[in-house]
């Protein structure tokens, strides 16, 4: 257990679906990330929050939405989705961003294993 | 563009024997570099972490080794067990990118009893 908690584990929806993807953090760190990891490919990095602003947004589509709430929590919100949008969404939250502090080890949560039909 | 590579892509050893994964990176403009164990269809788990002063880090039967100017880090296990059987993944962390980490293709190791 890294202390970073993420629901569903796994969904299966067609692309007119709007569905959420969230995650918890239990650190009580103060940033939060999104990636995707599509088959054969490297993490991809999507949306980075500190203190519940976005503070980067790494080119990622429109039907691709974050939400950060509060600093522990960070939900995905999907909106017609394409089949190649199929992959495992993995969070991951850390204290402080890298250019504040040499020391930003990530701990990620188990993911989400995404299907769109 | 940071580029980073991990060799090999696959990787199938008897238990007990002593293994190096690599790992190599275009810019050497780093802030640190951090070697993940990804289990099948789950999360990362951080392994080590190496700043960009340090030479390695260790953990248990991990040791890692960082050649920030040649672009080079390797991870040695030793003794490995059938547990280790994961893939494992290098990402870097450069000193412009802010939150960014550019993480490798990983290493499939399976280690057979």
């Known amino acids: 257990e890294t202390g970073v908690t993420q629901t569903p584990r796994h969904l299966v929806m067609g692309m007119t679906n709007k569905k959420s993807l969230k995650c918890e953090q239990h650190l009580g760190h103060n940033a939060m990330y999104w990636y995707k990891q599509s088959a054969k490919k490297p993490l991809e990095l999507m949306f980075v929050?500190?203190?519940?602003?976005?503070?980067e947004n790494n080119s990622v589509p429109s039907r691709f939405s974050p939400e950060c709430p509060n600093s522990s929590h960070l939900f995905l919100h999907l909106h017609t989705l394409q089949p190649e949008d199929s992959a495992l969404y993995l969070c991951?939250?850390?204290?402080?961003?890298?250019?504040?502090?040499?020391?930003?080890?990530?701990?990620f949560g188990p993911g989400t294993r995404l299907t769109v039909l | 563009k940071q580029e980073v590579t991990q060799i090999p892509a696959a990787l199938s050893v008897p238990e007990g024997e002593n293994l190096v994964l690599n790992c190599s990176f275009t810019d050497s403009a780093i802030y640190n570099l951090q070697w993940f164990r990804q289990d099948p269809g789950k999360g990362l788990t951080s392994l080590l972490l190496?700043?960009?002063?340090?030479r390695e880090q260790t953990s248990g039967r991990l040791n890692a080794s960082l050649d920030k100017s040649s672009g080079r880090s390797t991870l040695y296990i030793a003794a490995s067990q059938p547990g280790d059987s994961a893939t494992y993944l290098c990402a870097v962390k450069e000193e412009t990118s802010g939150s960014r980490l550019t993480f490798g293709e990983g290493t499939q190791l399976t280690v057979n009893p």
């Open positions: 991951a939250s850390s204290q402080g961003l890298a250019f504040l502090s040499s020391y930003n080890e990530q701990f």
């Open positions: 929050y500190s203190l519940e602003e976005r503070v």
């Open positions: 190496i700043q960009s002063s340090q």
